[in-house]
């Protein structure tokens, strides 16, 4: 099994639709974070939670929400899903060993 | 001006040639990390450096924290070498700035 996973690998959904993107780890790292990437850009930081009780905005938090509901797993929510946020979500793990990522989900909003 | 500029932006190469991957930055670090991504577009971490050099295989990751410039190498490269490598630097604390990336082909 990988260190962390991410569900679904892929997923097309329509405009306005909530949906939730899962991601589970088996390193112990209490920090998660969740990504988004866009062709020919850097990562973005969506939300990051250093442990269940502390979650926080990243630099691209508006029409995400997030949930801690354990130390292994951190989900991440379209409210209300549009175009624009078409993109590779990444969720990542670190600790004293550095950064571990999920394969990532391609998300597609038509 | 971007906080991490990496260079070049694409890189084709023959199998076997050394290649060199350029990372800069204008900020004061805490540790630089490199990473891989693959065409398929998983991220794997590769190195992760605050001062000298580190070396796995053929990968040689080098740090001059005074001139805020770091260095990835490849060695014998080959094909299965082609993909994204990525170079972020973590401020203090959780944040990282991510650059954009330089994307390797290694032809045979």
């Known amino acids: 099994d990988a260190d962390v996973t991410q569900t679904p690998r892929n997923r097309i959904t329509k405009t306005g639709k909530r949906i939730m993107l899962e991601c589970s780890q088996t390193?112990?790292?209490?920090?998660m974070y969740w990504y988004r990437q866009d062709p020919g850009l850097g990562l973005r930081l969506i939300y990051y939670?250093?442990?269940?009780?502390?979650?926080n905005k990243g630099e691209i938090s508006d029409g995400y929400s997030v949930s801690r509901q354990a130390q292994a797993k951190f989900s991440l929510s379209l409210e209300s899903a549009i175009p624009n946020q078409t993109a590779l979500y990444f969720c990542?793990?670190?600790?004293?060993?550095?950064?571990?990522f999920g394969s990532g989900t391609r998300l597609t909003v038509v | 001006k971007n906080e991490v500029e990496q260079s070049p932006q694409n890189l084709t190469a023959q199998e076997g040639e050394f290649i060199t991957i350029n990372c800069s930055y204008s900020?004061?670090?805490?540790?630089l990390h490199w990473l891989q991504q693959h065409p398929g577009g998983g991220i794997v971490s590769l190195f992760m450096?605050?001062?000298?050099?580190k070396k796995h295989g053929r990968l040689i990751a080098t740090i001059n924290i005074q001139e805020k410039h770091s260095s990835l190498h490849i060695t014998a490269s080959h094909p299965r070498d082609s993909a994204v490598y990525i170079c972020?630097?973590?401020?203090?604390?959780?944040?990282?700035?991510w650059g954009a990336g330089t994307k390797l082909i290694i032809k045979p």
């Open positions: 939670s250093f442990d269940v009780k502390d979650i």
């Open positions: 390193k112990g790292h209490d920090r």
């Open positions: 450096l605050s001062s000298g050099k």
């Open positions: 972020a630097v973590r401020l203090g604390g959780y944040q990282l700035i």
């Open positions: 900020v004061g670090i805490s540790a």
């Open positions: 990542a793990t670190s600790g004293l060993d550095g950064y571990t």
